[in-house]
């Protein structure tokens, strides 16, 4: 029966359906609303809500790629290069101290003293003789038996009787001055003392004028340019200083170079406190006039007895000058005429500039 009646009423539904199809409007149906939310996909797009409009904002601004990379860039280049071994500096050349530099251990510049200052004055004078007609290529002698001899300079003269060894880029300075070398002059007298200079008495009566002092003589006929001067073992008194000085002057007003040598001997010693009281009034006054000075007794320290024979005032040496063996830097002349060579050699380079 239920079954029936359930039939019935789908006929009737069907009917009424079919009745009211056409354009008949539609009635106000109460509807149930439709759900807010469905799961449903609508034929109209869903209207998309547009981003809101960035406001400034006080937020910590956002880094940019390009600024990560560079400074990860910068702390790998760091990193590697605190990785990296640090170059070894380039070691410094070690300069070849000059053998030549040193006479018996002694710095050369200390037994040749010729300072910028003196330099200077020596052109100066030097001039001044070139004016007055002075030859350029000679010098003379001055003093007393420790020069007056056969051993003072004498073999760079002689072919043959000499070897400069390690020194033989002196030879032109030897050339510079031919004859000179082996010259006695009269200029040098045994037993010559500084006020003898100026005593015609000590003058060569055979060479020299009447009343000529022998220092006065001895540029008249040598003409020199240079003069060596070596005085102070027979000046026994007070007066030494005071005519060395007049010896310096008089050698100036000349246009002749003077240069002073200290000596090897202590002959003075005995009258004296000052043991070494000469040789230091020599180097005094080398100052004082700004003066070529060949301080001998500074590298006479280093030879047997100073250099010097029994009687301790005349020098020893070998009869062959040969620079090349050892026993030439133990004998007093060999090395007292390397001493004044050298100094030449700095005269003609640095003075002359020839």
């Known amino acids: 029966m239920p079954k029936l009646l359930f039939q019935f009423s789908l006929i009737i539904s069907l009917v009424v359906l079919v009745a009211c199809g056409g354009e008949a409007e539609p009635t106000a149906v109460l509807e149930e609303p439709t759900p807010a939310a469905t799961s449903t996909p609508t034929a109209v797009p869903p209207t998309i809500t547009p981003p809101p409009t960035a406001t400034a904002v006080a937020a910590p601004p956002t880094p940019t790629a390009p600024v990560v990379e560079e400074e990860t860039a910068a702390t790998e280049t760091e990193n590697t290069a605190a990785l990296e071994p640090s170059p070894s500096p380039e070691p410094s050349p070690t300069e070849t101290p000059d053998p030549l530099a040193l006479l018996n251990g002694v710095p050369v510049d200390q037994i040749v003293v010729?300072?910028?200052?003196?330099?200077?004055?020596?052109?100066?004078?030097?001039?001044?003789?070139?004016?007055?007609?002075?030859?350029?290529?000679?010098?003379?002698?001055?003093?007393?038996?420790?020069?007056?001899?056969?051993d003072f300079l004498t073999r760079f003269d002689?072919?043959?009787?000499?070897?400069?060894?390690?020194?033989?880029?002196?030879?032109?300075?030897?050339d510079y001055y031919p004859g000179s070398w082996d010259r006695?002059?009269?200029?040098?007298?045994?037993?010559?003392?500084?006020?003898?200079?100026?005593?015609?008495?000590?003058?060569?009566?055979?060479w020299c004028e009447p009343n000529e002092a022998m220092i006065d003589c001895e540029f008249r006929l040598?003409?020199?340019?240079?003069?060596?001067i070596h005085l102070g073992t027979n000046d026994t008194n007070e007066s030494f200083e005071k005519f060395l000085r007049q010896t310096v002057q008089h050698s100036l007003d000349n246009g002749v170079i003077p240069i002073l040598l200290t000596k090897a001997d202590r002959y003075e010693s005995y009258l004296y406190e000052e043991e070494n009281r000469n040789?230091?009034?020599?180097?005094?006054?080398?100052?004082?006039?700004?003066?070529?000075?060949?301080?001998?007794d500074i590298v006479a320290d280093t030879l047997p007895n100073r250099g010097l024979k029994d009687d301790?005032?005349?020098?020893?040496?070998?009869?062959?000058?040969?620079?090349?063996?050892?026993e030439a830097y133990t004998k007093g002349h060999t090395v007292h005429n390397l001493a004044v060579l050298l100094?030449?050699?700095?005269?003609?380079?640095?003075v002359i500039g020839n």
């Open 279 to 296: 040789n230091n009034i020599i180097r005094q006054v080398a100052a004082d006039f700004k003066i070529p000075l060949v301080d001998f």
């Open 312 to 326: 301790n005032i005349h020098l020893n040496g070998p009869l062959q000058h040969d620079y090349n063996l050892e």
């Open 114 to 150: 010729l300072p910028d200052e003196t330099i200077a004055h020596m052109k100066t004078v030097f001039a001044e003789g070139q004016a007055r007609g002075r030859d350029p290529h000679r010098f003379s002698k001055l003093g007393d038996s420790v020069i007056a001899n056969g």
């Open 184 to 206: 006695y002059g009269v200029g040098i007298r045994i037993g010559l003392s500084a006020w003898g200079v100026f005593d015609p008495m000590w003058a060569d009566k055979e």
């Open 222 to 228: 040598n003409n020199p340019s240079v003069v060596i």
């Open 158 to 174: 002689a072919a043959g009787a000499y070897t400069l060894g390690p020194y033989d880029y002196l030879q032109p300075t030897i």
């Open 343 to 350: 100094m030449m050699e700095r005269i003609r380079e640095e």
